[in-house]
């Protein structure tokens, strides 16, 4: 497992933008693919995007394309996830984790490791 924080949530106007940061210890992060999640309330946890190992390869929700960019920087221990042209249905907490595999993962139930979360609230 890796210990993960996020941090970078907070309350922004429709079609503003945030950035999260999630950041790895314990493990080196170029180990796990790392995943963004996120739960409204009264609702189950969804997928948001994906990223591999080495970054050469993402996945996203329809919800968010073109609109949100995962990234990562293994030398920080570090992954992204830039948010532009948010939406008051983007309000939610957003979750990074993490899982010691090759493959994408886009299911929360097959990722190990969870941060805390971080709320965004989107005000319209």
């Known amino acids: 497992q890796v210990q993960l924080v996020e941090s970078g949530g907070g309350l922004v106007q429709a079609g503003g933008f945030l950035r999260l940061s999630c950041a790895a210890s314990?493990?080196?992060?170029?180990?796990?693919?790392m995943g963004w999640f996120r739960q409204a309330p009264g609702k189950e946890r969804e997928f948001v995007a994906a990223?591999?190992?080495?970054?050469?390869?993402?996945s996203y929700a329809d919800s968010v394309k073109g609109r949100f960019t995962i990234s990562r920087d293994n030398a920080k221990n570090t992954g992204y996830l830039q948010m532009n042209s948010l939406k008051p249905e983007d309000t939610a907490v957003y979750y990074c984790?993490?899982?010691?595999?090759?493959?994408?993962?886009?299911?929360?139930?097959?990722?190990?490791?969870w941060g805390q979360g971080t709320q965004v609230t989107v005000s319209s």
């Open positions: 990223i591999s190992r080495s970054g050469g390869r993402t």
């Open positions: 314990g493990r080196a992060f170029s180990s796990f693919v």
């Open positions: 984790a993490a899982d010691e595999t090759y493959n994408i993962i886009t299911t929360p139930n097959e990722y190990e490791s």
